[in-house]
């Protein structure tokens, strides 16, 4: 499975982004989504999830300000960020998870995670 995130940029504090992340994969419906950020000298950490069939679940550092979506039919998950601040800065990742279930603490945990996209760059100024 191929995943290809874009959608970062350089903006100000305030503004918002959406990221997006696609994949040619015929059975993306079949997957779990979350994104994972990594910002320099630190781990990578989870931003937010969508399971298979549409449940979710944010860092409570993003909590009212991101939204994460996926379009079965565009083989897309995409996270609207809205509200950035700069300590939101960081590479973003999308990742995929093959697993019935998507609950428990597992999903918290980037090496639950299948497959990877390249990451994008996010900075935000203040």
């Known amino acids: 499975v191929q995943l290809q995130a874009c959608g970062g940029g350089s903006v100000q504090a305030g503004d918002s982004l959406r990221l997006s992340c696609a994949t040619s994969e015929r059975t993306f419906g079949n997957y779990n989504m979350a994104w994972f950020r990594q910002a320099p000298g630190k781990e990578r950490d989870v931003v937010s999830g969508?399971?298979?069939?549409?449940?979710?679940f944010y860092a409570n550092s993003v909590k009212g300000r991101f939204t994460i979506s996926r379009d079965d039919a565009k083989d897309t998950v995409y996270l609207q960020m809205n509200n950035l601040k700069p300590e939101n800065t960081a590479v973003y990742y999308c990742?995929?998870?093959?697993?019935?279930?998507?609950?428990?603490?597992?999903?918290?945990?980037?090496?639950?995670?299948?497959?990877w996209g390249q990451g994008t760059q996010v900075t935000v100024s203040s």
């Open positions: 969508i399971s298979w069939s549409g449940d979710t």
């Open positions: 990742a995929a998870m093959n697993k019935r279930y998507y609950s428990g603490s597992y999903i918290y945990d980037p090496n639950e995670y299948n497959y």
